[in-house]
């Protein structure tokens, strides 16, 4: 296992009131034979004490086991808990102390790991699937009935599912596009944050736009059976002219969090068109992104 320290005078990324860890791994089952699957190892530090009433989620979740079922718990700080993940659960030759000095650690590179059993809890050569074999199809879905071969299944809602819906609703909608400025429904409350990206976005091709009456920086209704929700055009060459692409996660810390306004979330949100509960009978293939909508101007009478 090698350790290092990349980063000459901020060696691990900082928490504001939170010790914890971030595990850069590739999708495959845990194993205790030396990380054959994690790729990095890197301490998140807390970088103050008590900031207002903030509490870290791996501290409200031992406030909460303490209080509720102690003796699953034997812990008694979240460091000895972070210890206990690194080295028992994980492996790790490093306790969180020693990894929040060395900034990061990483494993051995080994090469053809299926053949030495490296792959497998069992320790058997072979790859980490029932078979031990790389499935072009997924046995397990085999024993649950499903069909064990990639499909393509048109989304609930589309111009080819539900024409006569699509009239109505003449765009497809795809949502959760990333920014840099932001993760999911975090730091909308940083100001440098919000001064690169201060309003929530949807990318509309500019044809699209001029035929609805649409000019790029205009407020905008997205709408569709559901609800709507208003964002700020702008223009993208790239996108085809059937389709638009809104942001998620906005709210807006400046304005009153109590109800009804609730930092404005219902505004701008554009959960206010996603669907609940339609996804394959895996499981998978939540349509967030393949809905279908109509956009127009937001105007004073129309936005009361």
């Not at 595990?23 to 205790?32: A, E, F, I």
């Not at 690194?86 to 102390?97: A, D, E, H, R, T």
């Not at 223009?235 to 998620?248: D, G, I, M, S, Y």
């Not at 930092?263 to 996804?279: A, E, R, S």
Request: aromatic residues 14%; hydrophobic residues 30%; proline residues 8%.
């Amino acid at each position: 296992m090698g350790i290092g320290s990349r980063y000459a005078n901020n060696r691990y990324s900082l928490g504001l009131s939170r010790n914890s860890f971030m595990v850069n791994y590739r999708q495959c089952r845990y194993s205790r034979r030396q990380y054959p699957c994690i790729l990095t190892l890197a301490a998140q530090y807390q970088c103050t004490d008590d900031y207002e009433e903030c509490k870290s989620d791996d501290q409200i979740t031992m406030d909460l086991v303490k209080r509720l079922h102690p003796e699953a718990f034997p812990w008694n700080s979240v460091q000895e808990w972070l210890d206990y993940l690194l080295q028992k659960v994980g492996n790790s030759p490093v306790n969180f102390k020693e990894l929040s000095e060395a900034g990061y650690i990483y494993p051995r590179f080994q090469y053809k790991k299926y053949k030495k059993g490296l792959l497998r809890e069992d320790g058997e050569p072979g790859f980490n699937t029932p078979t031990g074999k790389i499935e072009l199809k997924i046995s397990l879905f085999q024993v649950w009935g499903l069909d064990p071969l990639p499909y393509y299944k048109e989304p609930p809602e589309s111009p080819y599912s539900t024409p006569e819906l699509f009239k109505q609703y003449p765009l497809v909608l795809t949502t959760g596009q990333r920014s840099w400025e932001f993760f999911h429904s975090e730091h909308r409350q940083l100001p440098t944050m919000r001064e690169l990206h201060p309003m929530p976005k949807v990318d509309i091709h500019p044809e699209t736009a001029k035929n609805l009456g649409i000019k790029e920086g205009d407020w905008v209704w997205i709408e569709n059976m559901r609800g709507k929700c208003k964002q700020i055009a702008k223009f993208n060459h790239t996108l085809n002219p059937k389709v638009v692409r809104a942001e998620h996660g906005w709210w807006f810390p400046e304005m009153q969090g109590a109800e009804p306004v609730l930092f404005g979330v219902f505004d701008c949100n554009i959960n206010n068109l996603t669907p609940q509960g339609k996804n394959d009978q895996c499981g998978y293939g939540a349509p967030y992104k393949s809905q279908i909508c109509k956009i127009y101007p937001v105007t004073p009478e129309n936005d009361k």
